[in-house]
Structures are given as structure tokens and as C-alpha cells.
């Protein structure tokens, strides 16, 4: 992967604004606006490109647990490759093992693997489910997110308060779908 172009990027952002009528000149408060967007797009909301799905889920342990594991609310934020604007929220992944699992903390890198990266709220979910029946041998995985998308908030039907939620399965999705969602309706009932 290329290495960001800070500079440029900030330049860019600036002609943004500029050619929006708000030049950065024109507003103190706009005057490192090109600097924050490009850094905070280089350092936070795209790293998940430099990582690796089969790297996160290497270090696996032999395992001969029948079980779905379950990790939930995993806080995240996507960045939409139509509008540029965040959709905030929690992922659910679950997998049904193989011969080998992980442990939990990898579960959330990997949804920040994927998160971190331009993509659809729906081909996030999938890309990680997928990911565990490729590179961990689940036998069956799921992601479910439940995000807030500003491009649905913000501008458009500015449906305040309204939440996406997309679930995404992988290898034996019926024997997971229904282990899957009994989990989490036994969550949400707490």
C-alpha cells in the first residue's frame, strides 16, 4: 500500500472548501482544516487497509468446542464510499469453530480491519463473517451491525435517531443463523 500523501491530501481538502464557498482563509476556524481531515482520514478512519485478516486470526489455539462463541457490541465506525460520512455503532460476531478459535480480542480487530476502510455497512458484515470461515475454519460465522448512518441523517431523508442494521452469514448459515440470533435476542433481553 501506497503511503498517504499528507500534504497533497491537505491541499485537496482545501480546494474542497475553497470551491464550496468557504475558502480557509476566509475563517480561522477553517484555517488547519485541510491538515485535521487529511491526518484524521490517513491515521483513524482508513488504517484498516494496512492489516491483514489472516494475520488477526493466526494466533488460534486447538479447540474442540462445539459452541457458538459470541462477542457483542463491538463499537465502530464505518466510513461510506459513496458519501464519505461515518456510520457509528456496534458489530455482533459470532462464529461456530472449527478445530481451532481465537481469542475475543480478535474478534473486534477484525471488524476494525474491515470497518477502517472505505465500504458498504453490508459488505463489512460479510467480509468479516467470511473471513472466519476462510482464514479461522469456523464452520459457520455471522456479523450483525447495527450502525447510525450520517449519510442517511445528515443530509437526504434526514431521518434522525433512524439505525441500519444488516447481518451477514458464512459456511453453514442455517445451522448458524438460528444459534446466532438466539444469542442475541437472549442479549438484548438483559
Known sequence: MNRPDLERASRAIEDFLTA???????????????????????????????????AILADATASVAPGLVLVTDVSTTVVCPHHL?????????????G????????????????????????????RVADALVTHLG??????ALDLSPTCMIARGERAHGARAVSVAYAGEADTMRSAFEAALLVRSRR
Do not use: N
Open 20 to 54: 464550496l464557498g468557504h475558502p480557509p482563509g476566509s475563517d480561522p476556524e477553517l484555517s488547519e482544516t485541510g491538515r485535521r481531515v487529511a491526518e484524521a482520514f490517513a491515521a483513524e478512519l482508513l488504517t484498516g487497509y494496512a492489516d491483514d485478516p489472516a
Open 85 to 97: 460520512l461515518p456510520a457509528t455503532g456496534v458489530a455482533h460476531v459470532g462464529y461456530l469453530p
Open 99 to 126: 478445530e481451532r478459535v481465537v481469542g475475543l480480542g480478535a474478534l473486534a480487530r477484525l471488524v476494525h480491519c474491515f470497518a477502517r476502510r472505505l465500504i458498504l455497512q453490508e459488505d463489512l458484515g460479510q
Open 138 to 143: 469456523a464452520k459457520a460465522a455471522a456479523c
